[in-house]
C-alpha cells in the first residue's frame, strides 16, 4: 500500500544551488556517513542532523497502522541518530525497539536513551532471526545500494518481520527526466533511484507485502 508514514509533502522543496560547486569532492565526503554528512554543511548531507520532535506523530502513526503494543518488537534500519526509536519507545512504553545503521558516527551521537539498542551492520545482511520483529521501517536508506543491493535488502527486510504486511520502505523517485537530472545535482549517496512504477514492480517482483512510499524532489529556484 502507498502509505504516507511521515506526513511530508508530494514533494520536497530543495534549493540545488548548494549541491553544484564541489559535487564530487562533497559526495566523497558525504559516503563517508560522518561528521560531514549528519553535521556538517548542507552540500554534504544534512546540514546538522539534531532531535527536535519531528518524530513524535511519525511514531504515533506507526503504532496505530501496525498496531503496535508494549509486547512488540520493532526495527529501524538505517536508523542514524535513532530518533524514532526513541520517540516510539515514548509513545509505547514497553516496547522493544532496535536500529540497525552503518555509521559508527550516528550510534556515537545517537540519543543516551536508545544508543545501546542500535547495531552497526549492513542491510544486506540484517543481524537478526527470521520473522522476529512485528514491524520494521527502513526510510530512505536502500537506495543507497545498488539495484541488487536494494534486491537482497528488501528480501532481509521480508525475512526478519513476522507479519510481512507491517513493513514500510521509503525511497527517492522521479516521475520526469527533468526531475531525474535535477536529483542527480542534489543526491550525495543514492545508487539507485527510478520512476514510481519501476520501484512498484521492484517490489512486485521480490513478492514484497508492505507499504512504501517515494521521496520525490521539487526544486526551488
Known amino acids: 500500500m502507498y502509505f504516507n508514514l511521515l506526513g511530508q509533502p508530494s514533494k520536497l522543496a ?8 564541489n559535487k564530487e569532492e562533497n559526495r566523497t565526503l558525504a559516503l563517508k556517513f560522518g561528521f560531514e554528512y549528519f553535521d556538517g554543511p548542507r552540500e554534504q548531507g544534512y546540514g546538522g542532523y539534531k532531535y527536535d520532535g519531528r518524530w513524535q506523530d511519525v511514531a504515533k502513526r506507526l503504532m496505530k497502522k501496525y498496531q503496535l503494543n508494549a509486547s512488540s518488537k520493532f526495527l529501524d534500519v538505517g536508523c542514524a541518530k535513532g530518533f524514532l526509536m526513541h520517540d516510539l519507545r515514548e509513545a509505547c512504553p514497553g516496547i522493544e525497539v532496535f536500529g540497525l545503521d552503518i555509521s559508527e558516527y550516528a550510534k556515537t551521537n545517537a540519543l543516551k536513551a536508545v544508543k545501546d539498542n542500535i547495531t552497526i551492520g549492513s542491510c544486506l545482511s540484517l543481524p537478526y532471526p527470521d520473522n522476529f520483529f512485528d ?11 545498488d539495484v541488487n543491493g536494494c534486491k537482497q535488502a528488501i528480501c532481509e527486510l521480508i525475512r526478519v518481520t513476522k507479519h510481512k504486511k507491517n513493513i514500510f ?36 517482483n521480490l513478492g514484497y507485502k508492505g507499504d512504501y512510499f517515494w521521496t520525490v524532489i521539487g526544486f526551488g529556484e
Open 14 to 21: 530543495r534549493d540545488i544551488s548548494s549541491r553544484v560547486k
Open 135 to 145: 514491524a520494521t521501517v527502513s526510510i530512505n536508506t536502500i537506495h543507497n545500494l
Open 169 to 204: 520502505i521509503q525511497v527517492d523517485a522521479y516521475n520526469t527526466l527533468e526531475e531525474k537530472k535535477m536529483f542527480e545535482i542534489w543526491m550525495l549517496t543514492a545508487k539507485t533511484y527510478l520512476q514510481p512504477h519501476e520501484c512498484g514492480a521492484l517490489f512486485e
